[in-house]
């Protein structure tokens, strides 16, 4: 499906824009794409991808991951069942999943790449998606976080009353995308055209690989938990005592006049429920970043080499994907640039208004699942032409913290372990945003309108 959709892209941008005058514009938008794609993104992301990957690898050696795992393995098992409950992948999915719900996007993606190599390992179909990734691609566009930072910015920046009035509309969005991305992933799964079988035709053989790349896994995992030295008494007090100080942390910034400190003007008019999270988005990188590595050190970790190995992975991964990225930035470029989208909004408003839908949220709304600078920037319009408290604002604002850039959640993370044939992930991942925009428009009629 993705080849037919990049090649409709490509060719309706070249078309249209013939038709429309713009060939030097398209040029221009696929040159600076491909710059984009490259210097941008993917030679950003390797410092990034270093540092997390390292982490990871600490994470692993010490046991984390597999503790993770475990706590949540009920429900895990239910979402994956193709993965075994304590292989790696379960601890690197469930902490990618809390990186987006805090709005780490930094830690959100290198995690998520990390989960989809975990993956790879137990696909037994190199080059096509399994069905654990599709699911895991589903949840990620799905855009699931307890705060928009970026939309109550834009917000707040244009002189709102209120701000933080949609974190309660974006919780809600975004728990219904998720939902119905992980349903919609397992329907398609079951369809004849998207079962796993469909890709190779000889099943016997196919299974019995992926019986053997489980049974090896779950080996590995448990002999390298066999390995780990038990904390000692001295160990358990010095990181309780590192748990107690990040405690008294949160607690002053959460109550900060309970210990006799001025109340931030920027937090004196949130609520308790948006300084928590805020507090715990504020802590949790540097909590991870000295936890992990004293907690690994407790269990006899070697820290420094374990955590070099794992940052020589970055660098491989951020050049890997840059193929992917090209190809599918360069498409979203040129389509923009030809004036699809003014075109689609064009074409599209009549139905949409007929059904209720405002039309004035059309341009963002087809542009959030291609582009992120784009839709920012169509928000940041809306904001400026229709006021940060009007239901048009509010209701834009819901949509873009409850969604994400589809195409290139796809394109990085399937990049990362050269995924070509992505089955259904793509559908899966545009239900969930047709679901979160639906329920926005929806819930902000009632909440704001």
Known sequence: MLNYIWLGLMLCAVLLGGWNDHLKEIADAALDMANTAVVKISFTLIGVMALWLGIMRLAERAG???????ALRPLMRRIFPEVPPEHPAMGSMLMNIAANMLGLGNAATPLGLRAMKDLESLNPRP???????????AINTSGIQLIPVTAIAILAANKSVNPTSIVGTSIICTACAAVSGVLMAKFLSRLP???EQAEMGNLKPEIKIAEDRKAESEKLVVKEAATLQPMHWGGNFIF????LCFAFF???????ETFGLPIPEADAKKNLFIRIVSAVSLLSIPFLLSAIPLFATLRRVKVYEEFVDGAKEGFDVAIRIIPYLVAMLVAVGMFRAAGGIDMLSHVLAPVFSKLGFPTDLLPMVLVRPLSGSGSLGFFTELVKQFGADSLIARTAGTIYGSTETTFYVLAVYFGSVAIKRTRHALLAGLTADFVSVVVAVTVCKIMFG
């Open 193 to 195: 055209m998207f079962r």
């Open 240 to 243: 309780g005592a590192f748990l």
């Open 127 to 137: 080059g096509t998606a399994t069905n654990a990734m599709c699911t895991f691609l």
């Open 64 to 70: 984390l991951v597999a503790l993770l795992a475990r």
């Open 250 to 256: 949160f607690l002053r910034m959460v109550f900060p």
